[in-house]
């Protein structure tokens, strides 16, 4: 019998490609999909076909008309059935200030944020459903549950994205599919993400700080929450999780 | 000296236009927008003429390309310093499951629920905090705070309003802008909302049902949360607030 | 016809004495009540006759068994129907770790804090609820909205009182039982709370920069709201509401 | 050297009990506190130790001043470290209106709810900071994020633990304890709470209809859950977390 499948949407050296690697190793056919850095996503797969697993990468435009859609029927098609979708696609543009934020990078975000999540789930709910079983895992952020100031574009997009998690699970739960909504409420240690916004003379030097002192969230660890939630019996299914370091404040505090 | 611009963004017969009436009735300029029914703006404008009010009408669509900005700067130049901005433009496309919500809808509900507001507080919020003072009213709806079932497009469009206003308040309640945002947590008595949707006959029967025992949120009544908020002294400003029938579950019940 | 009464309990140079005067201007009989200083109490008194308006003071500790409910009766019996209700008691006991905090304190906290609004409640919905008529209005504060390190009795107490207000609003709103919890998200200008916090000098100092430009919230501007909240139309309610300067970040950022 | 302890408070057969199997099936020195019912506590033992577990057994009135704090320091005295303390005590006394809730019931809800939270964390978080380790799991309920009619005991008294853990986390989290607030937002299949409650023949109803398609949710899945939260590296730890069955609503739809 074919593997299922673990599609993990925004698979960099972060969360995404852990989660990967984790469910990779748990049985899962680990599909990984990237907008760019091929080479990146070559180590990814050679990473996980080393230590047994299987895995396949894809690079792909998320903002492109039908290029997830493609994706996962092509999935669904010539490697299985899709178990686990994972949606790791971030929003984050940076911290910007009003003037600072443009139209363009606005509207990117809602299509990272929240659009690209509708079109995911347009396409593969009805799958799912029809199978009567399937998890989304949706990567969040603390701008999903309050608005910073410098956080416009990435902030909307979040809260939209955390309401578009609700309504799924409204719809679909019943239906079989558990919908989880995880606010990653820290810096994360990724150097694919934060790495490339601080540079690496900053980044090592808050991994040899923070990062020393189990200050920064690792993606590991995100991965064995996230494997945990997909295996939640359905008597008792969680919607809605935060993570965050020890030593950080909430963000409610 | 001229006199105090209010501009409504939605001013239809429902809470648009009647806030628009309480504020010109309060001596502000009234300015009242909305994308058809050039004849139902007429007769808005003719009342609160009528009533001794002055006020303009703008037919404008506002998912075109710079038509809220340029009207920002045209009523800026031309009439008068926008003091209150009510933003009023729904985003509630109707009850409907996730396939039968399309990408265009979604893309629609986005638009109007925060890509509108985040232009217009583009262009405006510039100005008003030069002046050091200016209101932002904006209404919002239940689907802000939790996302139903059948309400894909509106809850994820709404839940970016609420950020989005939030993200607002945190950069520039300090420069004098005032920003509120308003939880219509209920069915409102509109004939240009509610009453299309349900079609006459029925929102007739309504109205003389639930409405005869105030179980409809009136228009007037908002006009006065609505004026309230505006001028609320700045040492005691208000940032949300929910608006329902007494004889209403609250949205958490 | 006899007037309707507002009694605010926890009247103090503060919110509770100020929204007293409010409603007593507004054609009130205002009954306040204190726990101390008779003088202070005569003072607030006096103002309002002055003022032309009608008002009686009680010394009262609400933790002493059946106190309250006495005097609700006695007020009903004797002056007249309480129409609204200010419950203004605080549950601050200052910024204290865990270890500083008593159990006597933290039992203190819920007296205050939830178990005397169940009390006043018990005792008063019902005949409000006769009547087919009343208000309800809390002040709270951020600890009920989020746990901060040295707030672990206040906010225990207004966690429960929040979640107490939805509770009664839930059961009474639809018999004509207006509840609302307000969100003093700030530091008040209020000589017997925070001044007798900081002491006299430190509170004139604050008075004297933050107060200088409208960084203190102004107890006569609370008096708006809560007069504002008194008077919605029962198809328009508001449960919650939040209240801070503009100078302040909101509760979440 | 002597394994670590896990103390239940709340051991009945239902998340408490099975809690305590789980985490003595993992290696934990399980201690069980109950309030009545010795021949269950007993068969709950004698369970865990033909698996091959350690543990013991208390029978322990949580109202009573000091009762609490002495078992904790026996505890930790006698048998071993306390490192993962749940507190499973229930604060439900049925759906009752409001002249139906009397203040000793309420009282009642106060104890259980929070400050029996509260005395247990002043005698055992210093402890635990001394040794820079240490998780606290708590049980909470849909009462604790909003109030519904009949529940105004039970509300106010979950709504201060959700606060109470939020200051404690706020205090202790950066020493190394980790407290998780868990919202079991729906029907647990309990013999010893639920069942108590509906009664012999109606429970063996309801397992049999909405149990047997899985929703009802199971302790033994809640135990995972618990378990593996008190596995979570500091670095990612999670303070909040929902559970409910896929079948059912959220508590906010």
Known sequence: MAKKVCLVLGAGAGIGGTVAKKFAKEGYYACLCRRSDQEGLNILIDDIKTNGGEASGFMLDATEEGSLESLILEIEKDIGEIDVLVYNLGAQSGMKLLNETSLKEFEWGWQMGSFGLFRVAKVLMPIMAKRGSGTFLVT??????????????????????????????????????????????????????????????????????????????????????????????????????????????????
Chains 1, 2, 3, 4 share one sequence.
């Open 140 to 253: 969040s952020a603390t701008a999903a549950m309050r608005g910073s100031k410098n956080q416009h574009s990435h902030a909307t997009a979040m809260g939209g994205r955390r309401m578009l998690c609700q309504t799924l699970n409204a719809e679909f739960a019943s239906q079989g599919i558990h919908i989880a909504h995880v606010i990653v409420d820290g810096m994360v240690d990724a150097p694919d993400t934060l790495g490339k916004m601080l540079g690496k003379k900053l980044f090592q030097e808050l991994r040899d700080t923070r990062g020393k002192e189990d200050g920064l969230i690792l993606p590991a660890e995100v991965a064995e929450a996230y494997y945990y939630l997909s295996q939640q019996h359905r008597s008792s299914w969680t919607h809605e999780i935060d993570i965050r370091p020890y030593s950080d404040n909430a963000w409610w505090n």
